[in-house]
Nanobody, 120 residues
């Protein structure tokens, strides 16, 4: 079955960096768009970033534009989220998702999430 496993979360201070990884299995990874979403405490899950199948196109939420970078390695079936200049408001559980349509929604598969906590 399809599995998406996130890693790389943790507790950091404001201004620090983290790189999240999401390893995919059970699907033809290079055929799928990949996305990152996050759910802050007490809030709904929201879009963070997306990348199309060949990394030729990316989309970012305004709140992370210029600080976060999404990338993928199709040979490793892995998508990454490089997060720089982290802020306390970036604290959330981060989820990766896979979908056959590139964009902000319509993702078919989801990981279990990894916690990112940014202290001030």
């Amino acid at each position: 079955q399809v599995q998406l496993v996130e890693s790389g979360g943790g507790l950091v201070q404001a201004g620090d960096s983290l790189r999240l990884s999401c390893a995919a299995s059970g699907l033809p990874f290079s055929n799928y768009a990949m996305g990152w979403f996050r759910r802050a405490p007490g809030k709904e899950r929201v879009f963070v970033a997306a990348i199309n199948w060949n990394a030729g196109s990316t989309i970012y939420a305004d709140s992370v534009k210029g600080r976060f970078t999404i990338s993928r390695d199709n040979a490793k079936n892995t998508v990454y989220l490089q997060m720089n200049s982290l802020k306390p408001e970036d604290t959330a559980v981060y989820y990766c998702a896979a979908g056959q349509r590139y964009g902000l929604s319509q993702y078919n598969y989801w990981g279990q999430g990894t916690q990112v906590t940014v202290s001030s």
